[in-house]
């Protein structure tokens, strides 16, 4: 499968047809509980307070009405075959780039996204032993070829991260061990084999460190972004804190990513970088 369907890069989205768009795409992945969805909200802090894009904040399973239907589906219902659960994945995806991400990447936006089609080839391929080409194929349909400029994996062993999750575990995180460990690899293997879109960082590393090194690829993709009404402020691209919403800024974040409980407040001020 190509992946040269990458919107604002050399290749740009809409099945090549298209110009570079003016937004940029990052998807957030890794196992459960490796803390993914507090850097996404870190990140997005830190893109409002030194651009003026709109910054919208999303999620899978869920980014749209549908997609909050499907996950209570797909996370509560009982007795799924795989490939049922990796048909609901796919088309919680086709729904979400349909209505949330394509048309906030075409106003020019910066769309962070709580997962993404390498979920689905790391736990329905990797975690379900589905075929990862199969797999694959289906979110690139469901998708158009839909792929983000950069993907942050943080990396964390399933042990540690099923561990820090507080919740009764969903149907996923009820797989057990194996599934987990297939799933860990599979993301690997994935970013091992495209490193041009992947960062993949160690989630043990403290916070404040994971943010710094998700701040620095970020950077050159939003300096070498088409100009949508404005742009980097290159004096502010190292803060000195990461305090939440900017104040005025635009983040705007779907429904069912504003109620994460992880986003439910801003995070905490982590002292001086
Ligand atoms: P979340 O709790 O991070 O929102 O993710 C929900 C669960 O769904 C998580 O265990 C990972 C799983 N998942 C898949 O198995 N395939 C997918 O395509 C996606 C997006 C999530």
Known sequence: ???????????????????AWPGLFVSFEGGD???KSTQLVRAAAWIASVTSREVVRTREPGGTALGQVLRTLVLHGEDLDPRT???????????????????????GAVVLTDRYLDSSVAYQAGGRELGADDVERLSFWATDG??????VLLDVSPGRGLARLSDAPDRLERAGDVFHLRTRQAFLDRAA?????????????SREELTEQIVARLVPLLAALPPAGSTLDPQAVRPRSVRGEAEGARVVSTPAEAMHPENAAPPRDEGAW
């Open 1 to 19: 499968m190509s992946h040269s369907d990458v919107p604002g890069a050399a290749a740009a989205g809409d099945r090549g047809a298209h110009p």
């Open 33 to 35: 509980g490796a803390g």
């Open 85 to 107: 659960e990796a048909l609901i994945y796919a088309a919680d995806r086709a729904q979400h780039v349909a209505e949330v991400i394509r048309p906030a990447l075409r106003r």
């Open 146 to 151: 839909l792929l983000p400029q950069l993907t």
């Open 193 to 205: 084999a495209d490193p041009g879109r992947w960062l993949v960082l160690d989630a043990s590393r």
